[in-house]
C-alpha cells in the first residue's frame, strides 16, 4: 500500500462543498430563531424532590396553579401527574389575551411530556427536575396542553387547557 | 474466477441469524397495523385481551421485536458474513461466536417473558421509573453482551488476517462491517450503565430509587448511534453490492465511501443530546454543540449519497441509459434485491429530511414527541433499513441454503407495495405530527383530537393495512424459499462491485484504525464529559417504581 | 485496460447531479416549512 493523495471527483467535491454551506446555512438560521427570536430550548431550572414536591407545604406545586407577579405576566406552577390518576394540576388555567405566561412543570411520579398546541411549549417532565418555557398568549381561545410521554395506561387521555379570554 | 466459498457450518450460523431475525419481524409487524388501525378507528386489541392486556403491550412487542430484535440479529449474522467473505477466511474462534448468538437468543427469550406477561409494558425506550420485571432489564443486557462478544470474535479474526496481510488494504465489506460492530462496541457502553447501575439493580430491589434525568442521558448516548448501527449495514450493501446488483456499477469512490465510515464512528456518539433538545436537566449550550455536530454526521450521508447513485448511474449508462434522469429506467428493477433496496434509497431522502429537521435545535420544538418522529423513522429504519435488509434477504437466503427465491415476481411486488404503503402511512404521520398530534397515544381514544385530524388518521390505518399486506407476502416469499425444494444449480454469485478506482491508491491514513478510535474516545470525553460530571455528582437516586401501564 | 481506464475517467455524473438537486430543493421546501412553522408558533423565553 503506497501513501497516496485523496482522488475526489470534481462534481463530488462541489457537492461536498455545497452540503457544508446547505448545512452552515440551516445552522445560522437555527441560531437566528434561538438567538435572535428567543425560540429556546428549556435550560436547567430547578431540581425538587419528587417525593415531597406534591406536598410539602414550601413547595409552589403543593398548590399549583397561577400566580400573577406583574400586570399581564403570569407563573404557571403545573403538576403533571399518573397516580392516583392520570391528569395535569391544574387542567384548566385562564389567562386575559396578551398574557406572558411562564410554565413551571415537574412530576411527582413517572415522565410525562407537555406540549401546549400551536405554541412552541414542548418540553419533557421529569421526576426530579423542573421544565420551564414562556409563552405569550396573542389571541384568544382554548389551548390544548398534551401529554406527549407515554406514562402509563391513561397516557393517552392526559389533557388540560389554557383558556385565553379576549 | 471462483469466489471464496464459506464453510457449511458457517452459512448454518449466519442463516440462524437471519432465522431469528425473520421470526422477531413476523410477530413484531403482526403488532404494528394494530396501532395504525387504533388512529383508523379499527380497535382490534379489544379481541386480543385473554393475551395482549393493551395497546401499549402491542406497542411494546412491536417496537424490541422490530427496533430491537430483527434489527440486530439481522445485523450481526449480515456483518459476520462480510467479515468472512470480505478477508476470505473463516471465524478465528467460532465456538466465541456461538457463545455470543446464543447469549442473544437466551436474552431475548429472557426479555420476552415479563413483555408477553405484561409486566414489562415500558416500550422499546424503557425510561424510569416506569419499572419492569428484572428479567426485562436481563435479557436486554444478555443481547448486548451477546452482540459484543460475536463482535470480539469478528475482531479476533480480522487480527489475524491483519498479521497475515500487513501491507494490504482491508477489503470493502470487511472494513466497513467491522468499524459497525466497533461502532456499536463503543455506544452501546451507555445503556449498558443505565442498565447494570441504576436499572437492574432498582428492579432486585437493592437500591431504591433512579435519577430520570441521568437515565435518559445513559440511554441516548446508545439511542442514537443505534440508528447508525441499523443503517451502516444498509449502507454496505448500497455502496458495494446494490450497483453490481443493478447492473455493471462500479463503486465510485472507493476512499471517500472509507472516509464516511470512519466519520460516522468519530461522529455518531458524541451527539445524543439531540434527542433531548427539551429535557429540562441539560444546559442549552451543550445541546447546541450536539447539535452542530448532528449536522456533522449528516455530511458523510450527504457523501454516500452521491457515491452511491453515481455509481449506480455509471453502470446504468454503460447499460445505454440516457437522458438526466432516463437512466434511472436501466437499472436492473426486475430484480426483487435491486428493487427493494432502489426504493428504500428512495424514501430515505424523506427519512433524512425529517431526520435533519428533528435535529435542528429548536425546530424541535414543533416536533418533539409528535407523531412526526414515528413518521420518520418508519421511513428510516422501518423502510431504508428494513427494506434493504429484505431485499438482501432475496439473494442471501438462497445463497446460504442453496435454495432458489421463490417466485421472484411477487417478491419485487412486496418491495413495491411496502413502499406505497409506506408512503401513505408515513406522509399523514407527519402532517399529524406538525397538527400537533402526539406519538404514542391511542389517538382513537384520546378526548383532545380535534375533527381536522380525521382524515389523517384514517390514512395511517390505511397505509398500515397496506404495509400489513407487505409483510405477509414477505414472509411467504421467504418461507417459500427457505423450504423451496428447488435448488440453485450452482452457488449464488455474491454481489461484489468492484471499485472504479484501485483501492490501494488511496491514502494511507484511511487503513489506520488508532486515530479514528482515538479520535471518537477523545471527542466523547469532551462532548458528554461536563455534563455526565455534572449529573453524576448531583445523582438523585429519589425516583421509585411505578407500574401504570 | 487503457481503454477501460479511460471510458471510467470520461464518466461524469450527470445525473446523479440532477437526482441530488431534486433533493436539495424538497430537502430546503420541507425544511423551510417546519423552520416557518416555528417561527410562526413564537418564542419561548
Not at chain 2, 425473520?22 to 388501525?37: E, I, K, Y
Amino acid at each position: 500500500m503506497s501513501a497516496q493523495n485523496m482522488h475526489i471527483d470534481s462534481y463530488e467535491r462541489n457537492w461536498m462543498i455545497f452540503s457544508f454551506i446547505l448545512l452552515a446555512v440551516f445552522a445560522s438560521a437555527i441560531a437566528v430563531a434561538a438567538f435572535g427570536m428567543e425560540i429556546q430550548v428549556p435550560a436547567p431550572e430547578e431540581r425538587v424532590d419528587p417525593g415531597t414536591v406534591a406536598t410539602d407545604p414550601n413547595s409552589p406545586w403543593s398548590n399549583p396553579g397561577l400566580r400573577e407577579i406583574a400586570p399581564g405576566k403570569y407563573d404557571a406552577y403545573i403538576l403533571a401527574r399518573a397516580v392516583p390518576q392520570w391528569e395535569y394540576l391544574p387542567k384548566e388555567i385562564t389567562v386575559p389575551v396578551g398574557s406572558r405566561v411562564t410554565f413551571y412543570v415537574t412530576s411527582p411520579d413517572v415522565q410525562h411530556g407537555f406540549k401546549i398546541q400551536d405554541t412552541n411549549a414542548n418540553f419533557m417532565v421529569l421526576p426530579g427536575q423542573v421544565s420551564k418555557l414562556t409563552v405569550t398568549f396573542d389571541k384568544p381561545g382554548a389551548y390544548n396542553f398534551i401529554c406527549t410521554e407515554f406514562c402509563g395506561a391513561g397516557h393517552g387521555v392526559m389533557y388540560g387547557a389554557v383558556i385565553v379570554t379576549p | 474466477m471462483k469466489q471464496y466459498q464459506v464453510s457449511a457450518a458457517e452459512k448454518k450460523f449466519i442463516g440462524s441469524h437471519i432465522l431469528v431475525a425473520v421470526l422477531a419481524l413476523a410477530v413484531g409487524s403482526l403488532f404494528g397495523p394494530l396501532q395504525a388501525f387504533e388512529h383508523a378507528g379499527w380497535d382490534f386489541y379489544v379481541y386480543l385481551k385473554p393475551l395482549i392486556k393493551s395497546y401499549y403491550q402491542g406497542l411494546t412487542v412491536h417496537g424490541v421485536l422490530n427496533a430491537l430484535v430483527w434489527t440486530t440479529f439481522f445485523i450481526m449474522g449480515f456483518l459476520t458474513f462480510n467479515v468472512i467473505f470480505g478477508l476470505k477466511r473463516p471465524l478465528k474462534n467460532p465456538v466465541l461466536n456461538k457463545v455470543g448468538f446464543w447469549m442473544m437468543v437466551v436474552g431475548v427469550v429472557v426479555a420476552a417473558i415479563p413483555i408477553l406477561a405484561n409486566e414489562a409494558t415500558v416500550l422499546f425506550t424503557f425510561y424510569p421509573p416506569l419499572k419492569a420485571n428484572w428479567a426485562f432489564y436481563v435479557g436486554l443486557t444478555l443481547v448486548v453482551v451477546g452482540s459484543w462478544v460475536e463482535g470480539w470474535g469478528l475482531f479476533m479474526t480480522y487480527a489475524d488476517w491483519r498479521k497475515e496481510n500487513k501491507n494490504e488494504r482491508t477489503p470493502f465489506i470487511a472494513f466497513a462491517s467491522l468499524v459497525t460492530v466497533l461502532l456499536w462496541q463503543i455506544c452501546t457502553l451507555g445503556v449498558a450503565v443505565e442498565i447494570l447501575t441504576m436499572l437492574l439493580p432498582w428492579s432486585l430491589g437493592l437500591i431504591e430509587g433512579v435519577d430520570p434525568q441521568l437515565a435518559r442521558t445513559y440511554f441516548w448516548f446508545t439511542g442514537h448511534p443505534l440508528v447508525y448501527f441499523w443503517l451502516l449495514p444498509a449502507y454496505i450493501s448500497w455502496y458495494a453490492m446494490l450497483p453490481k446488483q443493478a447492473g455493471g456499477g462500479k463503486m465510485f469512490s472507493d476512499t471517500l465511501a472509507r472516509l464516511a465510515f470512519w466519520i460516522f464512528l468519530v461522529l455518531s456518539t458524541p451527539l445524543g443530546f439531540h434527542h433531548q433538545y427539551v429535557d429540562p436537566g441539560v444546559p442549552p449550550a451543550w445541546k447546541f454543540i450536539h447539535a452542530i455536530l448532528t449536522f456533522g454526521v449528516f455530511f458523510p450521508s450527504m457523501m454516500t449519497a452521491f457515491t452511491v447513485i453515481a455509481s449506480l448511474e455509471y453502470g446504468a449508462r454503460k447499460n445505454g441509459g440516457k437522458g438526466a434522469l432516463g437512466w434511472i429506467g436501466k437499472l436492473n428493477w426486475s430484480d426483487p434485491s435491486v428493487a427493494s433496496q432502489l426504493l428504500a434509497g428512495i424514501l430515505f431522502f424523506f427519512g433524512g429530511i425529517g431526520g435533519l429537521a428533528n435535529a435542528s435545535y429548536n425546530v424541535n420544538l414543533v416536533l418533539h414527541n409528535t407523531a412526526f418522529v414515528p413518521g420518520h423513522f418508519h421511513l428510516t429504519v422501518a423502510t431504508a433499513v428494513t427494506l434493504s435488509f429484505t431485499g438482501i434477504s432475496y439473494w442471501l437466503v438462497p445463497y446460504l441454503t442453496g435454495r432458489k427465491l421463490w417466485q421472484p415476481k411477487w417478491a419485487t411486488i412486496q418491495a413495491w407495495v411496502w413502499f406505497v404503503g409506506m408512503i401513505v402511512f408515513s406522509n399523514s404521520m407527519h402532517v399529524l405530527g406538525l397538527l400537533g398530534a402526539p406519538r404514542r397515544v391511542p389517538l382513537n381514544l384520546a378526548p383532545y383530537v380535534p375533527a381536522e385530524w380525521n382524515s389523517r388518521l384514517f390514512q395511517v390505518g390505511l397505509g398500515g393495512a397496506i404495509l400489513f399486506v407487505s409483510g405477509l407476502i414477505y414472509l411467504v416469499v421467504i418461507y417459500k424459499t427457505a423450504t423451496n425444494k428447488e435448488r440453485v444449480e450452482t452457488e449464488v454469485e455474491v454481489p461484489i462491485a468492484e471499485s472504479m478506482q484501485d483501492p490501494d491508491s488511496g491514502p494511507i491514513w484511511l487503513d489506520r484504525w488508532s486515530p479514528w478510535v482515538y479520535g471518537a474516545l477523545a471527542l466523547i470525553v469532551i462532548v458528554y464529559g461536563p455534563v455526565l460530571f455534572d449529573l453524576i455528582k448531583n445523582i438523585a437516586l429519589t425516583s421509585p417504581g411505578f407500574r401504570v401501564w | 485496460m487503457a481503454k477501460k481506464d479511460k471510458e471510467d475517467n470520461e464518466f461524469r455524473p450527470t445525473g446523479t447531479v440532477t437526482v441530488l438537486v431534486i433533493f436539495v430543493i424538497t430537502l430546503i421546501a420541507i425544511w423551510g416549512t417546519i423552520y416557518m412553522i416555528l417561527v410562526g408558533r413564537g418564542g419561548t423565553l
